[in-house]
């Protein structure tokens, strides 16, 4: 897991170098010797993630010569009349969410020859954990304002988290989209708290279902303790999710403890043995990325507990101890967000719609049978 790890760092890294204009069109990149170095990994590490740069058609490579930066193709070579399509999916660090949005996005662009769209990507980006509100706001402001300028009809949209202005930075991408008239899906959860529900067409999956049936998986008919992780800002999507564990909890005659709720870094072993020392036995995470952390430091601590998560990564097979998690159903996502945009365009005085698809537990050995 920590070669995996290791790997999408250096991708990452090098893909956002690129698209920040850091390494420029033609530039030849750093040697690989040179990018092992910087990044403390092993040749055949840096290898693969050139590799993959190479398939997203970001860099060349030439044997005896190196590795360069390929042209950048226009933003928008839609003929004009042609329905073009962007996405924006802001994030506060390259983590398990960007891996996942990552599907559904390439399950949207598989579809745009289909549904006679083009589908322009420059609205990925990753700014750092530290980043400020008004870094972030100008940061995508300068996004927004190169689709207008490329005519964008509409947005696919996954809201900021993670950062304690995420609401407030939400409300005013969606303002300016709506003062240029573009359109918006939001994709993967609402920027408003549940109950409330926003004014805007969403697609995601159920996440009360799904954190009813990952706590009721690990109750297993058996009257016991169950907690659940999350980290500090996390998405309104994972406040639904303890709202699905809390009734799995009543419905087996358990009543909900506010103490067996844990907000924190799953990756600091003080914060990790309070809870373990606390009683807790098995865990249900908010997300594979917290879940991956913490069944680390478990293991760092010399720990075991039983541990589920959401999304069914594509790590979340490999890890050391293969991962419980409830798997989001990416083409599904991608199809009806895709469904959702087509119909908002043509009726834009439509009342908006949510669609909650349900997903699938799959069961591996992260939570095995505990005596």
């Known amino acids: 897991m920590a070669k995996r790890g290791k790997l999408d760092s250096v991708f990452l890294n090098i893909e956002q170098r690129i698209r920040d204009n850091i390494y420029q069109e033609g530039q030849r990149l750093p040697s690989e010797s040179v990018l092992c170095e910087e990044f403390a990994v092993s040749r055949p590490t840096v290898s693969k993630a050139l590799s993959k740069l190479r398939e997203l058609g970001l860099i060349s490579s030439t044997q005896g010569s190196g590795h360069y930066v390929n042209a950048r193709q226009p933003e928008s070579t839609a003929p004009q009349g042609e329905l073009t399509l962007g996405i ?12 996942l949005f990552e599907q559904i996005f390439k399950s949207i662009a598989s579809l745009s020859q289909q549904f006679n769209f083009s589908l322009v990507w420059n609205g990925i980006v990753t700014m ?3 980043a400020s509100k008004q870094k972030i706001i100008q940061t995508i402001e300068n996004i927004i304002d190169r689709y207008i300028k490329n005519n964008v009809n509409g947005i696919f949209f ?9 609401d407030e930075i939400n409300q005013l991408i969606l303002q300016k989209l709506s003062q240029f008239n573009i359109r918006v899906i939001l994709v993967d959860s609402d920027f408003k708290a549940y109950p409330n529900k926003c004014a805007y067409d969403l697609v995601g999956i159920d996440n009360i279902a799904a954190g009813f049936e990952v706590t009721r998986h690990l109750l297993k008919n058996q009257s016991r303790r169950v907690d ?9 999507t994972v406040s639904m999710r303890i709202m699905g564990y809390r009734l799995a909890l009543l419905d087996a005659g358990i009543p909900a403890t ?21 009683g807790a036995t098995d865990i249900v995470c908010a997300n594979d990325f917290t ?13 075991q507990v039983n541990v589920v998560g959401f999304d069914d990564n594509e790590y979340s097979a490999l890890l050391g101890i293969p991962l419980t998690t409830y798997k989001q159903p990416f083409g599904d996502i991608a199809r009806n967000a895709i469904f959702l945009m087509l119909n908002r365009l043509q009726f834009p005085q439509d009342a ?6 349900r997903g699938e537990l799959i069961i591996r050995s992260s939570c095995g049978t505990r005596r």
């Not at 999350?230 to 998405?235: F, G, P, W």
């Not at 506010?258 to 606390?278: C, Q």
């Not at 879940?291 to 720990?303: D, E, P, V």
């Not at 908006?352 to 698809?357: E, F, M, S």
């Open 88 to 99: 924006l999916s802001p994030r506060m660090e390259a983590n398990e969410s960007g891996f």
């Open 128 to 130: 750092g954990i530290d």
């Open 158 to 166: 996954i809201p900021i988290e993670f950062h304690p202005f995420a």
């Open 228 to 236: 659940f992780l999350c980290e500090d800002y996390s998405a309104h």
């Open 258 to 278: 506010e103490s067996w709720i844990h907000k924190g870094r799953a990756g600091e072993k003080d914060f990790i043995n309070g809870i373990l020392d606390g």
């Open 291 to 303: 879940a991956m952390k913490f069944l680390s430091t478990c293991g760092q601590i010399g720990r």
């Open 352 to 357: 908006p719609r949510h669609l909650q698809l």
